[in-house]
């Protein structure tokens, strides 16, 4: 549900810009298009406008993760800053990023393949190093993780990487554990189809996360699924980030289900894309 919370387009630029401090929307934009320039290995063109903005940050005050500054001389009119709920979230995020960090290079590649971009492709307006600058440590570590996102924000990808936890599994049996294990108070009668599972499957495989491969005469759907090194430590590392959870369950699972059943939730995201998720860090 953690991941449910964040995959929406923005959230996770708007969380990382506000680690820096407290900004107004018009700063907001500003620091987030700066990143997006930085990124443009990965994220092309993308512009996030003001009205999207206005939209991302009315529905993160609904959900707890922002709030508008108390009137004092540090805050500008109407600047947003992180709850202590978000705050804790962020903490959470450093060991995923971290893994995220020492995987990299396989899954910026990958996010290159995806999104057709070159791998030695320089943006068609390359940034000047006013405008955008080097990224620190700490702008590299959070987008590493936002590149991550990009695939756990998959809506089955982490379910199907659960489900592997306790040893390997055909894919049809790995279907029912995830399918018995989905939140109904938010997700209804969702259920993972066969299709939606082989795609995601394969793009886990790809990722280097999952092994699913036929041998010898196998066929694919009898061979069985497990998790990699790689996986196990991902799944290691999100540990902290399940804790988050359980301590906040109520606030997570209200949000989420405001989200999908309330005005307007026709328009929540889809499922199985991979567009554009915002900044990456």
Known sequence: MTIELIRNKWTYAVLVALLDGAMSPSELLQHINRGNVRNADLLNEWVLHEKTLV???????????????????????????LTSLSRELMDALHEPASWATRHARLLLSNLQVRRGLKLDERPSRPPSATAAGKRTPSQERWRNFGVALTMLRLRWSFPVMAGLRNGPLRPTDLAVVVNEGIDRRVYGQRTLSDKVLWDTLH??????????????????????????????????????????????????????????????????????TDGPSGSVG
């Open 55 to 81: 939209e991302t940050l009315r529905r993160m005050e609904g959900e707890g993760l922002i709030k508008r500054c108390p009137t004092s001389p540090r805050c500008k009119s109407a600047a947003r800053e």
């Open 203 to 272: 793009r886990l495989s790809a990722d280097g996360v999952i092994i699913h491969e036929a041998r010898g005469r196998e066929f694919a759907g009898t061979a069985r699924c497990s998790l990699t090194d790689s996986g196990r430590e991902l799944l290691t590392a999100l540990v902290p980030v399940g804790k988050w959870a359980v301590r906040h369950e109520d606030e997570i699972v209200e949000a989420l289900r405001s989200r999908h059943q309330g005005p307007g939730s026709a328009g929540a995201t889809h499922p199985q």
